[in-house]
């Protein structure tokens, strides 16, 4: 059974830095493309972040330069370091994929960027 749960969201001071993780079961993470997302109270989810199977990232503008995402095989998890948090960061971070066309999403961690 597949499942992403999501964790490392919490409250911080501009500038600051957080690390969500993303743990999956019932699949090899590293086998597939995983994508972290975001949505802001009043506004539809956006991607974030996506890593491939070999590694390559991209980056939506907003956050190049500040959002790293990452993989642990060992750990079937998937990681995003941010750094230079900023108000507009504030969101409900999702982890996702698609398996056999049915896409796959978690809970969901709250990140609140706020002085």
């Known amino acids: 059974q597949v499942q992403l749960v999501e964790s490392g969201g919490g409250l911080v001071q501009p500038g600051e830095s957080l690390s969500l993780s993303c743990v999956a079961t019932g699949f090899f993470s590293s086998d597939v493309v995983m994508k972290w997302y975001r949505q802001a109270p009043g506004k539809e989810r956006e991607w974030v972040a996506v890593?491939?199977?070999?590694?390559?990232?991209l980056y939506t503008d907003s956050v190049k330069g500040r959002f790293t995402i990452s993989r642990d095989g060992a750990r079937n998890t998937v990681y995003l370091q941010m750094r230079n948090l900023k108000p507009e960061d504030t969101a409900v971070y999702y982890c996702?994929?698609?398996?056999?066309?049915?896409?796959?999403w978690g809970q969901g961690t709250q990140v609140t960027v706020s002085s």
């Open positions: 996702s994929t698609v398996r056999n066309s049915k896409p796959y």
């Open positions: 890593i491939s199977p070999n590694a390559n990232t």
